[in-house]
Every structure is written in C-alpha cells, then in structure tokens.
C-alpha cells in the first residue's frame, strides 16, 4: 500500500521541479546551458537561480550557487535550514559543497549528469557520514524532462556550429 504522504511529497517536487525548468527556461534565453534552481522554505519560494557562468563572466554562477546566494541575502543569514534546493542538473562538486555548508535540509534535482554529478553518479558527496551536515538528496524528480531540455539545447549548439559559414579565408587544404 502507497503512503499518502509520499504522494503528496511526489507532487510538491513536481511542482517545485516545474519551477526549475521554468528558470532554466531563462539561463537557454540567453545562451547558458539551461540549468536552473528554486529555493523554498516550506511552501514559499525564498530564491531562483539560473546558469549564468558565462555572461556573468564568473566560472562560480552555477544556478544552484545563484539561488543560495539570493536566498541567503533574502534571509540575511549564510546558513538556510529548513531550506530545499531543487535543481533541474544533478549538482557538482562545488556547488554540493555550497548546499552542505548552507546547512540545506534538501537537495532534489531532475537530470543527472554522468561526468559531473556529485550526487552519486561520478561521486557522491552526500554519503560521507564523517561531515558535519547531511543533506537528504532526492534523484530523478522529473528526471526525463529535465534531460531532454538539456540534450536539445547541446544538438541545437551542434547544429548552429556546423552551418556556420567558414571564414572568408579559409581552404580545405589548409
């Protein structure tokens, strides 16, 4: 028999979920890799992040290091308990190392990423039970959507680069 409660923790991370693809939306927009995050506290959303790394000029502006710095400034307080991170890309090392010092009580992300995912499919951070904090990480939530937006976006970046028109001196037997 199905816990009621599961269902409706399934649902709210649809939602929030939702919410994610909503801002990586955003980060495709303007030509970032779409990966975007929500940052709530119980039912409230607190931050949005979206990629930013390349416009920002700043190899840090990861859309889960973009919503933990607004949420942090929205609750003035470097530490968020309580808070959820949902996040359409499994987070990296770097940003899986932000969520544990922010003290997040959740980490939910949709795709995961096999070269750089900290939350189990390269390394996983979380499971180390000599840290000072854990983070409950949750996998999967919306798992082919997620996906799916982030392979678009790669064939459309490689269809873009093959019609590029060569340069002007170009030769084939250069």
């Not at 970032?32 to 979206?50: K, N, Q, S, W």
């Not at 933990?68 to 996040?87: I, S």
Request: hydrophobic share 45%.
């Amino acid at each position: 028999m199905t816990d009621p409660d599961d269902n409706l923790h399934a649902e709210r991370d649809r939602y929030w979920m939702q919410r994610a693809q909503q801002a990586a939306a955003q980060a495709r927009m303007i030509g970032e890799v779409p990966v975007g995050a929500v940052l709530v506290r119980g039912d409230e959303l607190i931050a949005t992040g979206f990629n930013q790394p390349i416009s920002a000029h700043d190899p840090s502006a990861h859309a889960e290091m973009v919503a933990l710095r607004a949420a942090a400034q929205a609750l003035q307080n470097y530490r968020l308990p309580g808070c959820e991170l949902y996040v359409t890309l499994e987070p990296c090392l770097m940003c899986a190392g932000a969520i544990m010092h922010a003290r997040l009580a959740r980490v939910i992300f949709g795709a995961r990423d096999p070269k750089t995912g900290a939350c189990g499919s390269v390394v996983d951070a979380f499971a180390h039970a000599q840290l000072n904090h854990h983070t409950q990480v949750t996998g999967g939530v919306l798992e082919d959507e997620c996906s799916d937006a982030l392979k678009a976006f790669f064939a459309d970046r490689r269809r873009a680069s093959q019609a590029a028109p060569l340069p002007p001196n170009f030769s084939s037997s250069s």
